[in-house]
């Protein structure tokens, strides 16, 4: 019976993965070795293959195949028996433990990254070894590979950490040249410029996360391979003021499956990378030159602009300069937002975090992050909130630019800019989500005519842009509240050569730009992840209260009124609309008896560390005053809600309540 090409190399994979999972190798190894041992004597003859054959039969190594061999038939899902798969969306973490089968279609290319441990991690150099059950810090291991987005497990931090990990990545050919479902060949893999993205992050005992490295690996060596399989040394390098200190290293093995009939030579593949980086570096130098005649054209229309924040280029995590159009793409969030302010109720729950300055001076570290090591790390400056937002809002159709300025007391600040089609301008704070309506204050007009008080905290911009468009500000003041955003008229803004930011900025223009990762979707179950936080928050209460000699009775009747509060909270937070107020207070005067006080007080997180939210609680005078309520009949309720976004971001509604009989 004759199989179809596509079930015979499914059936030589299955035989492949189980030989892997019974070490195989191994085993023949060592009989190998036992066999030509025994073989030295004064008349030993060549080892053929009957004879090592015999060596496996006797030793039982066949049998012990063959045994733990099963075939079943399986009944095809609809999934299977439908149409081939298409390239990942994105990639949903579900924080299984166990391994769970993948279907691995035969018609199609994968390639199966393999990190076999790490080393020279010197920073963890004295690390002790963790105690079992203990607290520790942890290194995971992020990747990002053509729209595919994978997490390895957390480890914990040492000199060599255990990251043992195994990735499979689908190679599929571009979509647009409708083979997108055809098996990428040789040629075409060799012309995928797209490196696998690494980012490792730290997480210290306190969930504080921390970016260790980003790497950008060109996984094509593989295609040389003539077993298509090969095993090498990645040097992590530090980020930021530490970009030229090595981190650490990984040890990575790639595999191509199933094995290419046809490898390349090690010259192709080093002309192909050499063409590129040339490419790259002449379009580099060619935006460069524009950039600085520019320059040069801003300067002349008045000298003060010299002043003015118009930032063409800035620093990466890796301290490589890019324009700053390159930071902004159009960036769709499928089914994981909804509105543009679910978008910017997202972006403003990732923690504001300056990038960390070794010793002093006061100066800021200048570093804005690929949007996939801010994701990753779930925390960036003003730069990374903004330029996020700016791509989801241009994802959800709006003519959305990054303002590059300063707020009160001169600070630099970045902010987020709407036009309306009626000519309405609307500032987007990224890192609250906050909306401010912009009217401009006309200079011109008689002093005794009503001018618009200013609404929003910014101070002054020094230009704007987005992923095609830069422009700089040359009206005669850099005043937010003076300034009139009429982007077509030349007198009051310089643009920039849209063709010359194409050429730089635009997907796929140049191979030093970073891919752009889909938005990954919440793996935490919302309700889950609230009981836990509020039985931790009881515990935290009863025991506090215990040490002031006070006893603690819990309400769960009050505790549950409590959350519709909450659900208004967040629903007002994410649409400006407040609603749902006059029930909770009705529901509130029921569940109080006459004679009776109630007091209670809400507080929102980023996070969910039960003993660090407790700590802030405690310092506002409110919360102590229902923690540790005393008087007559004193029933106390606490209420959490965790409500869940892309990322694993999370907003935190915490309230405390406590009602009691007034004594006079």
């Keep these: 019976m004759s199989l179809p090409p596509e079930k015979a190399s499914e059936l030589k994979q299955i035989i492949h993965n189980h030989l892997l999972k019974m070490d195989i190798h191994g085993k023949i190894r060592e009989v190998l070795a036992e066999t030509v041992r025994d073989d030295r004597g004064p008349a030993h003859r060549a080892l053929s293959?009957?004879?090592?054959?015999?060596?496996?039969q006797r030793?039982?190594?066949?049998?012990?195949?063959?045994?733990?061999?099963?075939?079943?038939?399986?009944?095809?899902?609809?999934?299977?028996?439908?149409?081939?798969?298409?390239?990942?969306?994105?990639?949903?973490?579900?924080?299984?433990?166990?391994?769970?089968?993948?279907?691995?279609?035969?018609?199609?290319?994968?390639?199966?990254?393999?990190?076999?441990?790490?080393?020279?991690?010197?920073?963890?150099?004295?690390?002790?070894?963790?105690?079992?059950?203990q607290v520790c810090s942890t290194f995971t291991l992020y990747l990002h590979f053509r729209n595919q987005r994978f997490r390895s497990k957390p480890v914990p931090c040492a000199c060599e950490p255990d990251l043992k990990e195994g990735f499979l990545?689908?190679?599929?050919?571009?979509?647009?040249?409708?083979?997108?479902?055809?098996?990428?060949?040789?040629?075409?893999?060799?012309?995928?410029?797209?490196?696998?993205?690494?980012?490792?992050?730290?997480?210290?005992?306190?969930?504080?996360?921390?970016?260790?490295?980003?790497?950008?690996?060109?996984?094509?060596?593989?295609?040389?391979?003539?077993?298509?399989?090969?095993?090498?040394?990645?040097?992590?390098?530090?980020?930021?003021?530490?970009?030229?200190?090595?981190?650490?290293?990984?040890?990575?093995?790639?595999?191509?499956?199933?094995?290419?009939?046809e490898t390349l030579s090690t010259d192709i593949i080093s002309t192909q990378q050499s063409l590129e980086r040339q490419r790259t570096a002449e379009k580099e130098r060619l935006f460069l030159v524009y950039a600085k005649q520019w320059w040069r054209e801003f300067l002349e229309i008045r000298p003060s602009h010299q002043s003015k924040m118009v930032k063409i280029f800035?620093?990466?995590?890796?301290?490589?300069?890019?324009?700053?159009?390159?930071?902004?793409?159009?960036?769709?969030?499928?089914?994981?937002?909804?509105?543009?302010?679910?978008?910017?109720?997202?972006?403003?729950?990732?923690a504001q975090e300056k990038a960390p300055v070794v010793g002093g001076g006061g100066g800021k570290q200048e570093q804005w992050c690929t949007l996939m090591a801010f994701l990753c790390r779930g925390k960036g400056d003003c730069e990374d909130h903004a330029t996020l937002l700016c791509s989801l809002l241009l994802g959800f159709?709006?003519?959305?630019?990054?303002?590059?300025?300063?707020?009160?007391?001169?600070?630099?600040?970045?902010?987020?800019?709407?036009?309306?089609?009626?000519?309405?301008?609307?500032?987007?704070?990224?890192?609250?989500?906050?909306?401010?309506?912009?009217?401009?204050?006309?200079?011109?007009?008689?002093?005794?005519?009503?001018?618009?008080?200013?609404s929003s905290p910014y101070r002054t911009v020094g230009c704007v842009f987005n992923h095609?468009?830069?422009?700089?500000?040359?009206?005669?003041?850099?005043?937010?509240?003076?300034?009139?955003?009429?982007?077509?008229?030349?007198?009051?803004?310089?643009?920039?050569?849209?063709?010359?930011?194409?050429?730089?900025?635009?997907p796929g223009s140049t191979t030093s730009l970073p891919p752009l990762p889909p938005l990954c979707a919440p793996s935490l179950d919302p309700a889950a992840a609230s009981n836990q936080l509020e039985l931790e928050m009881r515990y935290l209460v009863s025991e506090?209260?215990?040490?002031?000699?006070?006893?603690?009775?819990?309400?769960?009747?009050?505790s549950y009124l409590l959350s519709s509060a909450l659900a208004a909270y967040e629903l007002e937070r994410c649409t400006g609309v407040s609603c749902g107020n006059e029930e909770f207070q009705d529901a509130v005067r029921r569940a109080v008896p006459d004679g009776h006080t109630f007091k209670g007080f809400p507080i929102h997180?980023?996070?969910?560390?039960?003993?660090?939210?407790?700590?802030?609680?405690?310092?506002?005078?409110?919360?102590?005053?229902?923690?540790c309520c005393r008087g007559d009949h004193v029933r106390l309720a606490v209420r959490v809600r965790v409500f869940v976004y892309p990322e694993n971001a999370c907003a935190v509604w915490l309230m405390f309540a406590c009602k009691y009989r007034s004594v006079l």
């Design 49 to 56: 293959e009957v004879d090592f054959l015999h060596a496996l």
């Design 59 to 133: 030793r039982g190594i066949i049998d012990d195949v063959m045994k733990d061999l099963h075939f079943t038939q399986e009944v095809p899902t609809d999934a299977e028996t439908g149409s081939p798969p298409k390239p990942a969306a994105h990639f949903v973490d579900k924080n299984i433990t166990q391994l769970k089968k993948t279907n691995i279609d035969p018609s199609r290319r994968y390639l199966y990254l393999q990190v076999l441990g790490g080393k020279a991690f010197l920073e963890h150099l004295q690390e002790p070894e963790p105690l079992p059950g």
């Design 169 to 261: 990545l689908e190679i599929h050919r571009d979509g647009s040249t409708g083979e997108g479902s055809k098996m990428a060949d040789t040629t075409t893999m060799l012309s995928l410029c797209d490196p696998i993205h690494l980012v490792l992050i730290k997480t210290d005992t306190s969930s504080e996360t921390a970016l260790v490295s980003s790497y950008f690996l060109d996984w094509r060596t593989v295609l040389s391979s003539p077993s298509g399989k090969t095993c090498f040394a990645v040097e992590l390098m530090g980020v930021g003021s530490e970009c030229k200190v090595p981190a650490g290293v990984l040890t990575v093995s790639m595999e191509l499956y199933p094995p290419l009939t």
């Design 314 to 350: 800035a620093q990466d995590e890796n301290g490589v300069n890019r324009p700053v159009c390159s930071y902004v793409r159009v960036l769709r969030a499928g089914r994981l937002l909804e509105s543009p302010r679910q978008a910017a109720r997202f972006v403003s729950l990732l």
């Design 397 to 454: 159709g709006l003519d959305a630019y990054v303002c590059v300025g300063t707020k009160a007391k001169v600070t630099p600040h970045t902010w987020v800019l709407t036009r309306g089609t009626d000519g309405s301008i609307t500032f987007w704070e990224s890192l609250t989500a906050h909306r401010y309506l912009h009217q401009a204050i006309d200079p011109d007009a008689p002093p005794l005519a009503p001018q618009p008080k200013p």
């Design 468 to 506: 095609q468009t830069f422009l700089a500000n040359c009206q005669p003041t850099d005043a937010v509240e003076l300034c009139v955003f009429d982007f077509q008229n030349q007198s009051r803004w310089k643009a920039m050569s849209e063709e010359a930011l194409k050429s730089v900025c635009a």
């Design 544 to 558: 506090h209260r215990k040490d002031l000699e006070l006893a603690t009775v819990w309400d769960d009747h009050l």
């Design 605 to 627: 997180f980023l996070h969910r560390n039960a003993r660090r939210a407790f700590a802030t609680c405690l310092r506002s005078p409110f919360c102590d005053e229902i923690v």
